[in-house]
Each structure stands twice: as C-alpha cells, then as structure tokens.
C-alpha cells in the first residue's frame, strides 16, 4: 500500500468513526445506525490481500467494538471471521461485482449478527438481550444494504485498492 492509498484509507476510516458515532446518533434509532466499518472491512475483503487485510479488519472491529461500546473483542472477532469466510470465497469470484458488494455486506452483517447474539448468549446473564439484538436485524440489514449501494455509485468503486 503506497502512502497515498494509506492516507485515504485513514481518512475514510476517521470520517466513518465520526460520522457514525457523534453525526448520527443525533439523528437516527439505534437500530437504523449504518456500520460503516463492516462496509468498509468488505470492500477490503473483497479488493485487498489477505496479509494487509487481516490485520486491518481485526482492527476496524476494535475500532467499532471500542466507539460501540460493546464488550472489546466482539466485533474484531466477528471481522476477522468474517474477512477470512470472505477471502477464502472472493478468489473465485468477479469482486468487482456491485451487486455482490451489496449482498456480501448483507450477509456478513447478518452473518455477525449471529455471531455476535451467539457469544453475547454465551457469555452474559442478561435475560433480555436476545429479545433486544433480535429486534435489530432487520433493519441493520436493510441499511447496511443501502449504504452499500452508494458505496458503488463512487468512481473509485470500479479501481484496484492494491495488487495482488
């Protein structure tokens, strides 16, 4: 990764963290709060090498689980995972593909999901805390989704993020 790609790289991260953590909450329902990380972590997925990658979305998942607020290790565990289920499957597959952009996000937030409900279950003697994280799913799904597609509206949707 040149330097170039890097400081877009940490400047989108940086916006995404501000706008999704100070900017929105003012605005919107728990529930309808896109993940730009994850969004962010699957184009990585999807574009990027499996040595930078892995790395970088066991970070953005500290990155989400530190401004989130949940419990630290959460959602860097579900992105890790869910970047190497992604990589393993990207190779045979045109990646450039919008559409499956958009329907890997929608799998992998569903996907976490389930991982996330399945550790938290796991591990926390809160009563109500499936009932809570059920009632979200839908429409994170349906959000992530969106913010997906206009993530393939950008002219740099269609360029290599680094060689492989």
């Given at each position: 990764?040149?330097?170039?790609?890097?400081?877009?790289?940490?400047?989108?991260?940086?916006?995404?963290?501000?706008?999704?953590?100070?900017?929105?909450?003012?605005?919107?329902?728990?529930?309808?709060?896109?993940?730009?990380?994850?969004?962010?972590?699957?184009?990585?997925?999807?574009?990027?090498?499996?040595?930078?990658?892995?790395?970088?979305?066991?970070?953005?998942?500290?990155?989400?689980?530190?401004?989130?607020?949940?419990?630290?290790?959460?959602?860097?565990?579900?992105?890790?995972?869910?970047?190497?289920?992604?990589?393993?499957?990207?190779?045979?597959?045109?990646a450039d593909s919008g559409i499956l952009f958009i329907l890997t996000v929608s799998m992998v937030t569903a996907a976490g999901f389930v991982i996330n409900l399945l550790l938290t279950v796991m591990f926390v003697s809160s009563p109500g805390i499936a009932y809570s994280m059920l009632s979200d799913i839908i429409p994170r799904i349906l959000i992530n989704a969106f913010v997906a597609s206009i993530v393939t509206l950008f002219p740099l949707f269609d360029s290599q993020v680094e060689a492989k």
């Amino acid at each position: 990764m040149n330097r170039t790609v890097a400081l877009l790289f940490f400047s989108i991260v940086l916006s995404s963290i501000v706008i999704q953590v100070s900017l929105l909450p003012l605005f919107l329902r728990p529930s309808f709060k896109p993940d730009f990380l994850l969004v962010i972590m699957v184009f990585i997925a999807l574009r990027g090498s499996l040595q930078s990658g892995a790395p970088l979305a066991w970070l953005l998942g500290m990155l989400d689980d530190v401004f989130s607020g949940m419990y630290l290790g959460l959602n860097a565990f579900t992105f890790l995972i869910s970047f190497i289920v992604i990589k393993s499957v990207s190779d045979r597959l045109y990646a450039d593909s919008g559409i499956l952009f958009i329907l890997t996000v929608s799998m992998v937030t569903a996907a976490g999901f389930v991982i996330n409900l399945l550790l938290t279950v796991m591990f926390v003697s809160s009563p109500g805390i499936a009932y809570s994280m059920l009632s979200d799913i839908i429409p994170r799904i349906l959000i992530n989704a969106f913010v997906a597609s206009i993530v393939t509206l950008f002219p740099l949707f269609d360029s290599q993020v680094e060689a492989k």
